[in-house]
């Protein structure tokens, strides 16, 4: 069994219609040290006492160890009907869950040293990119690597996290933003954004084997489709690191 600490709540809004941003503090007085691009796994039981748990990637800004009392943050996606949205839903302020990890690989990788990342991402899948912010920073300053991010959803009022990659493609020449809206294009549009799916316009950043390397993270179609057609852009599969993002109930 994995050790369980608890979470305590401090902070949350809307990112979205559907999507919430909850912000806790470990609450044992222990850190939370974890690698940008990992998760957490929240613990609780359905109304019948069936134990369960859902996966949330921290969203946190990361540079450092996260020392005992500093937040971290998730983004919930909330699906009708669900057990973790009524969960999360029904957490007040100084309310607690009980949580464990962190956990995963999906993180960028100290010996690297590839001249692009191409960062892809649907839904809440974006979440691990916003941790990575930092540490991405840092490659740019020190080895020149440039980034492009393609960020996927339907309208402009579910690209999650978007007032951040925005800034930061402001503060760094080398990161390259690319909204990619499905159904809804704002007015007067940045340069950058697309219409369609993310899928649909990587062929315009002509993916290298000899430069690049991919991150794939949310629905598991787009990252099925972007994976084969990475595939046939000629990247091997060590140069595509994917993880699927499933809303469960």
Not at 70 to 93: C, H, K, N, R, W
Not at 108 to 135: F, K, Q
Not at 235 to 246: D, F, G, I, T
């Amino acid at each position: 069994m994995p050790v369980q600490f608890p979470l305590k709540l401090v902070g949350r809004h809307m990112l979205a219609p559907t999507v919430g941003h909850y912000q806790f503090l470990r609450d044992d007085g222990q850190p939370l040290d974890f690698q940008p691009g990992q998760f957490i796994q929240v613990h609780f039981h359905y109304a019948d006492g069936t134990e369960t748990k859902r996966s949330y990637s921290l969203a946190t800004i990361h540079d450092h160890a996260i020392g005992a009392g500093e937040a971290v943050d998730i983004a919930v996606s909330f699906v009708p009907g669900g057990a973790a949205t009524a969960l999360f839903e029904g957490l007040d302020i100084g309310g607690h869950v009980q949580a464990s990890g962190p956990y995963g690989r999906f993180c960028l990788m100290p010996g690297d040293h590839n001249a692009r990342y191409l960062l892809i991402a649907t839904g809440t899948g974006v979440t691990p990119y916003r941790s990575m912010l930092p540490l991405l920073a840092k490659a740019m300053a020190e080895r020149g690597v440039e980034v492009v991010l393609l960020q996927g959803a339907r309208t402009p009022g579910e690209l999650l996290y978007s007032e951040d990659f925005y800034n930061f493609a402001e503060q760094h020449a080398n990161f390259r933003y690319v909204p990619c809206l499905s159904r809804e294009l704002p007015e007067n549009s940045h340069p950058d954004v697309r219409h369609g799916y993310v899928q649909q316009h990587l062929a315009e950043f002509a993916p290298n084997p000899a430069t690049d390397i991919a991150y794939l993270c949310g629905n598991p179609d787009m990252v099925d489709a972007t994976f084969e057609a990475l595939k046939e852009a000629g990247l091997p599969n060590p140069q595509v690191r994917r993880e699927k993002y499933v809303s469960s109930k």
